[in-house]
C-alpha cells in the first residue's frame, strides 16, 4: 500500500486546514473537534495553531511535539470542489 503524501498545508481561519495531496486532491479539514482531546488543546490559539508544517506524510506543529498523519487528514477532510472555468448556466 503506498502512503500518501501531502503537497502543501496551510491554516485557514476558524481553525481549518488546507491540504493538498500528491495525487491533486485538495481537501479542507475541520481542527475544531480535536480540541476535545487534551494534546491538542496547546494548539486553541490562533498563533500557535498557524505554525503548522508539511513534513510530507504528516504535518507537524514544531515546538509542541504534535502531528498528525496524512491519513488521518486524507480520512477526515472534506474535498474541495474545483469550480468549472468557462461554463456558462
Known amino acids: 500500500m503506498k502512503l500518501r503524501k501531502i503537497l502543501k498545508v496551510k491554516a485557514l481561519p476558524d481553525f481549518m486546514l488546507s491540504v493538498i495531496f500528491e495525487n491533486g486532491v485538495e481537501k479542507t479539514v475541520d481542527f475544531k473537534p480535536y480540541f476535545k482531546f487534551p494534546v491538542f488543546e496547546v494548539l486553541k ?28 487528514l486524507w480520512n477526515d477532510g472534506e474535498s474541495v470542489e474545483k469550480e468549472a472555468i468557462g461554463v456558462s448556466g
Open 45 to 72: 490559539t490562533v498563533h500557535a495553531f498557524s505554525g503548522v508544517r508539511n513534513s510530507g506524510y504528516f504535518i507537524e506543529w514544531p515546538g509542541y511535539e504534535i502531528d498528525l498523519s496524512a491519513d488521518t
